[in-house]
């Protein structure tokens, strides 16, 4: 029996979450043809339930925050309007809507009115080649795409999306699509459709570090939860203001920040342009948010910035955070300028419509090592290789199950098989589960490194690269060797102007590394590590690059 079972989720809850009752206790339901697992008892059914009620409640408060402000009155007439539009070009329940948005009010506006007519919304990142958003919309089949005018280039020719009837271009002319206000201006607002939670809301495309992209199927049940579950753990309400400057997009954006904050009626602050430090703690003070969830990258460029001490910022009490280790360096610079923010890890992916564990606000500092404890809902299985169970403590690659986890990937039933198993998503990460329910992670188990027998994990030593001053970004990948297999190769980007050596920081290594763990070749780049779309970073690349 697992981590997450009633028993063990109860003595968590009571713990750590119970003084957040958002959703109401727990109980065990059956989704998704014969899935057991537990729920909120007390939820909204849909996405648009959920904003309906907030609409009803706080008709008046900011909902999103930007070039233009939007109430949840003036929000929920776009959303109508909307939603109408797409109707009459032919969008029906189960149909694609595909965009091409940066952050702002067009992109929360079309995702609300896709589910309020029961369609399914089609995010495609920004930064995609025109290639990969072909393989995209050809993927979903989307009939109707709004894009940013800017970014025209990246719109397939007709021809090559036979599906997609409709293209409407945001924020500017191009002749590539008509006009957005043509979908929405002179309409009334639609009525919602009957929509089921175990519905499809949303397709989020995963990264595709390997392979081609899947298209996750979010569903309006893992999405309320997941929104639910960010806003209980850390206790949001009407009256705070969450900031969204990853893309929205991704999961973290889309459900981590815009829903969730939304979840409750409080306000989303959207960064529309490029990341700029400058800009970025300017819109944080302005606007007195209150929540973020951001790459530790961030953070970091924000504890370096010379002037951070020059914005308001006692407003932002929640500084939440993934996908990567937290430098100590940053750390203590922040808690030394920001004594207020709390700085805590969380772990998910889009399989799990993001959380699956969240670090509790009482116990962050004890715990840094550590991605948190288990959500309410979650419940999480540590396998070894032969898929048994192994005990607190040990490691093995971790089984993920809930209501926030997707039911499978759109048209593909190969991936479907072999990566939802019982019930569960087969993660690929290893990690560990010790007796108090802590959960570290180690390593991708493709990104495993293996130094002729000994294992060395990357994110270890990535860690510990981390906790040197000076160094902004690093990876860890393994490089191919006739004798041992493979060898331990760093990246490390230097903050500009930091006298960082080769040298130190093998040194610095070999001081809290084992032997066979330390990194035997360093590359100190001038440019940030590659990422893809969604802002991972491509260790195929780095890899290719020793070759």
């Known amino acids: ?93 189960g149909g694609r809507v595909a965009f091409l948005l940066g952050n702002g009010w067009e992109f929360l506006a079309l995702t609300l009115a896709s589910a309020r007519i029961g369609a399914i919304a089609v995010p495609i990142g920004i930064r995609q080649p025109r290639a990969e958003v072909e393989f995209l919309l050809n993927d979903c089949g989307a009939t109707v795409l709004v894009f940013e005018a800017s970014l025209a280039a990246a719109v397939p020719e007709p021809d090559a999306v036979p599906s997609l009837r409709h293209r409407f271009a945001a924020n500017g002319d191009d002749a590539a699509g008509r006009p957005f ?14 929509v089921a939670e175990e519905d499809t809301a949303v397709i989020l495309y995963t990264s595709g570090t390997t392979g081609r992209p899947k298209g996750a199927r979010l569903t309006h049940l893992g999405i309320v939860h997941s929104a639910l579950t960010f806003a209980r753990c850390y206790g949001l309400d009407e009256h705070d203001r969450g900031l969204v400057a990853v893309p929205m997009s991704h999961v973290t954006g889309l459900v981590g920040v815009t829903l969730s904050t939304m979840a409750v009626g409080g306000a989303v602050v959207a960064m529309r342009r490029p990341y700029k430090t400058p800009e970025f703690l300017a819109l944080a003070a302005r606007e007195r948010i209150t929540y973020s969830i951001l790459v530790p990258a961030i953070y970091t460029l924000c504890a370096m910035h010379e002037d951070l001490t020059a914005y308001d910022l006692s407003a932002w009490r929640i500084g939440c955070f993934g996908g990567a280790p937290m430098p100590v360096a940053t750390i203590e610079l922040l808690a030394a300028k920001l004594p207020h923010l ?56 971790l089984w993920i199950s809930g209501p926030m986890v997707v039911p499978g990937y759109w048209a593909r039933p190969e991936a479907n098989a072999s990566e939802f198993v019982d019930g569960f998503w087969r993660s690929g990460d290893i990690g560990s589960i010790d007796a108090d329910g802590f959960v570290r992670l180690f390593d991708r188990r493709k990104d495993m490194i293996n130094r002729g027998g000994f294992k060395v994990f990357s994110a270890e030593v990535e860690n510990v690269l981390c906790s040197l001053e000076g160094v902004v970004e690093c990876a860890i990948v393994g490089s191919p060797d006739p004798v041992l297999g493979e060898r331990v190769h760093a990246f490390v980007v230097p903050k500009a102007g930091a006298a960082l050596t080769v040298d130190a920081v093998r040194r610095h290594c070999a001081e809290r590394l084992s032997d066979y763990k330390v990194p035997e070749r360093i590359v100190l780049l001038p440019e940030p590590l590659p990422k893809n779309a969604n802002g991972k970073v491509q260790k195929a690349e780095l890899r290719a690059m020793i070759a």
């Open 181 to 194: 206000a043509d979908l929405y201006e002179g309409r009334a607002g639609a009525a919602p459709a009957a």
């Open 342 to 397: 709390l700085l805590l890890n969380a772990y998910g992916a889009t399989e799990t419509t993001s959380p699956t564990t969240i670090m509790p606000r009482t116990c962050w500092r004890e715990h840094m090592d550590s991605v948190g404890q288990l959500v309410p809902c979650a419940e999480v299985k540590v396998l070894d290789e032969g898929g048994a169970e192994v005990a607190p403590g040990a490691l093995g690659e």
């Open 1 to 93: 029996m697992g981590w997450g079972r009633e028993e063990t989720v109860e003595r968590i809850r009571d713990r750590y979450w119970s003084k957040d009752r958002l959703g109401g206790p727990l109980r065990r339901e059956v989704h998704y043809d014969g899935r057991s697992m537990l729920c909120y008892s007390e939820r909204p059914p849909t996405v648009e339930a959920m904003f309906a009620d907030n609409v009803r409640r706080f008709p008046d408060r900011p909902a999103i925050i930007e070039d233009r402000t939007l109430s949840y009155r003036e929000l929920d007439g776009l959303v109508g309007a909307i939603a109408a539009g797409l109707a009459e070009h032919g969008v029906a329940a």
